[in-house]
T-cell receptor, first 114, second 114 residues
Framework: DAKTTQPTSMDCAEGRAANLPCNHSTISGNEYVYWYRQIHSQGPQYIIHGLKNNETNEMASLIITEDRKSSTLILPHATLRDTAVYYCIVRVALGGGSQGNLIFGKGTKLSVKP | KAGVTQTPRYLIKTRGQQVTLSCSPISGHRSVSWYQQTPGQGLQFLFEYFSETQRNKGNFPGRFSGRQFSNSRSEMNVSTLELGDSALYLC?????????????FGEGSWLTVV
């Protein structure tokens, strides 16, 4: 089962910031939080990941709480093209050269509206 | 640089047949994973290969198999196809060197079993 909990759906106005929450209360100390998004019929697109510090890249920012039990993905200026299903994933670390497997939940369907 | 490439993109097979799907990872990536996505079950992990060895396996029947070649390219095979095998099959690659690296997905192969 997925180790994360996300709202089923969210709406956001175009041009506004989209804040997508994720709960991962059972996360272990060496497990990373990853965010992907999937637009219908395409492969999941990597957005960002982090361990305990906040992270920012050209696509988004990731805010992780100090206790690491939840995080928020922020799309600073949402556009219509950001409409997608967003997956928050805790990556199971196996070591030994294994990348581990990503356990996907149902994600959040973000609808950006004009 | 080129992303993860999957072939074929679309295919239709008849129940009872077998199918082979191919994946070329990002140059330099040695770890390849496969996922199945269906409307009912969502995204599910099939297996992972690193340096030609299967490192991790999901909960799928033995009809699903895979392999990795010395150039890191991977194939997955499904024998004795069933209608329920109709799905989007996704390949993902990473350097596999540590658990905090990025995993990139291909666009997937759409399999329809009739």
């Amino acid at each position: 089962d997925a180790k994360t909990t996300q709202p089923t759906s969210m709406d956001c106005a175009e041009g506004r910031a989209a804040n997508l929450p994720c709960n991962h209360s059972t996360i272990s100390g060496n497990e990373y939080v990853y965010w992907y998004r999937q637009i219908h019929s395409q492969g999941p697109q990597y957005i960002i990941h982090g361990l305990k510090n906040n992270e920012t890249n050209e696509m988004a920012s990731l805010i992780i709480t100090e206790d690491r039990k939840s995080s928020t993905l922020i799309l600073p200026h949402a556009t219509l093209r950001d409409t997608a299903v967003y997956y928050c994933i805790v990556r199971v670390a196996l070591g030994g050269g294994s990348q581990g497997n990503l356990i996907f939940g149902k994600g959040t369907k973000l609808s950006v509206k004009p | 640089k080129a992303g993860v490439t999957q072939t074929p993109r679309y295919l239709i097979k008849t129940r009872g047949q077998q199918v082979t799907l191919s994946c070329s990872p990002i140059s330099g990536h040695r770890s390849v994973s496969w996922y199945q996505q269906t409307p009912g079950q969502g995204l599910q992990f099939l297996f992972e290969y690193f340096s030609e060895t299967q490192r991790n396996k999901g909960n799928f029947p033995g009809r699903f198999s895979g392999r990795q070649f010395s150039n890191s390219r991977s194939e997955m095979n499904v024998s004795t196809l069933e209608l329920g095998d109709s799905a989007l099959y996704l390949c993902a690659s990473s350097s596999g060197q540590y658990s905090g690296n990025t995993i990139y997905f291909g666009e997937g192969s759409w399999l329809t079993v009739v």
